[in-house]
């Protein structure tokens, strides 16, 4: 019989990936385990599963592979995961913007006297629409 290896995507909100298990024919599959091997029917309904059930607007939520692109993507996500660069690489001179003095900031006017009346005077403790304040 055929088979194929699937495995539920890395759980990553920011991708929309929300998965972290799923469960289809009684097999229950896990984020932290990996690759499963599974028939062909299995795989063929796995390959349109969505991360939310009923929007086919979200991420597919399983890889569905031959076993020889299993492989290749392993590898592909190890070097990925190995690109930070060391100090003992041969790194190439990053060059910044050129400093430039700052020109003083301009004066601030004071603000303009304002026509509105002001609250100075009301006491609002004696005004009945308002709750009344407590005292510390």
């Known amino acids: 019989m055929d088979t ?48 939310v059930p009923g929007d086919d607007h ?3 939520a399983f890889d569905v592979m031959t076993e020889a692109d299993a492989k290749a993507t392993e590898a592909r996500e190890v070097d990925a995961a190995k690109q930070r660069r060391s100090a003992t690489d041969d790194l190439q001179v990053t060059v910044g913007r ?5 020109a003083a ?3 601030v006017a004071p603000p303009a006297a304002s026509a509105t009346p002001t609250t100075a005077g009301r006491d609002d403790d004696k005004d009945p629409r308002r709750p009344r304040r407590e005292r510390e």
Not at 98 to 102: M, R, S
């Open 4 to 51: 194929l290896l699937v495995r539920l995507k890395p759980y990553d909100p920011r991708r929309g990936h929300v998965l972290r298990r799923y469960t289809y024919a009684g097999i229950r599959f896990a984020v932290e385990r990996g690759w499963y091997r599974v028939e062909k029917p299995v795989a063929d309904y796995l390959r349109d599963v969505h991360q």
């Open 58 to 60: 979200t991420p597919l």
């Open 98 to 102: 050129p400093a430039t003095p700052t």
């Open 105 to 107: 900031a301009p004066p």
